[in-house]
């Protein structure tokens, strides 16, 4: 992983924060979605590339999941987001079996930011050698730093306690990926 060239733009929905603030009927797989789709935006608009169709790969999660997966996908494409403008993606979707690199990289990185979130003082090399990669702000020469809010966001976002007081990720009381 070290090794590979790549950039990572990760969003981390907190469901028991956001069950809180938004109301249980809100779909944590579309606001991410959302999410990572206005910072892959941004990521190409710095590389000049904003205008060109880019293809989104998204893991089949089943019939339904997937067509409402795909309704949002469109809605947000169609200008239904953040910037209020039309994005020039295209979903495709592709079963895990196909064994995508893509796919396989996904999942490799996402308990790493999980647990970075869920227990952010304990050690976490696979976290530490991605901070590397994730898209951040000043381009690859602040590689390591600055990546937070712009290729890894926290949704909702925390608020700082006092405007000295950095945010602090809350230990969720049950496990995440139980709900």
């Known amino acids: 992983m070290d090794a590979s060239n790549f950039i990572l733009i990760a969003c981390m929905v907190d469901k028991t924060r956001l069950s809180r603030s938004e109301g249980a009927t809100s779909n944590p797989y579309h606001i991410a979605l959302s999410i990572c789709l206005e910072s892959l935006r941004s990521f190409l608009a710095e590389k000049k590339q904003d205008h060109l169709q880019t293809h989104v790969v998204v893991e089949c999660r089943g019939k339904k999941e997937d067509r409402e997966?795909?309704?949002e996908f469109r809605r947000i494409c169609d200008g239904n987001n953040p910037s209020n403008r039309q994005l020039p993606f295209d979903i495709v979707f592709a079963d895990k079996k196909t064994n995508l690199t893509g796919l396989q990289l996904a999942d490799l990185v996402a308990r790493p930011v999980?647990?970075?979130?869920?227990?952010?003082a304990q050690a976490n090399q696979a976290f530490d050698l991605?901070?590397?990669?994730?898209?951040?702000?000043g381009g690859r020469k602040q590689v390591g730093s600055g990546y937070e809010n712009v290729g890894l966001i926290i949704y909702p976002p925390q608020k700082a306690k006092s405007p000295d007081e950095p945010t602090e990720a809350v230990t969720p009381t049950r496990n995440p990926q139980s709900t």
Do not use: A, H, M, V
């Open 69 to 71: 997966l795909e309704l």
């Open 114 to 120: 999980g647990l970075n979130y869920i227990r952010p």
């Open 130 to 137: 991605l901070k590397r990669k994730f898209y951040c702000d």
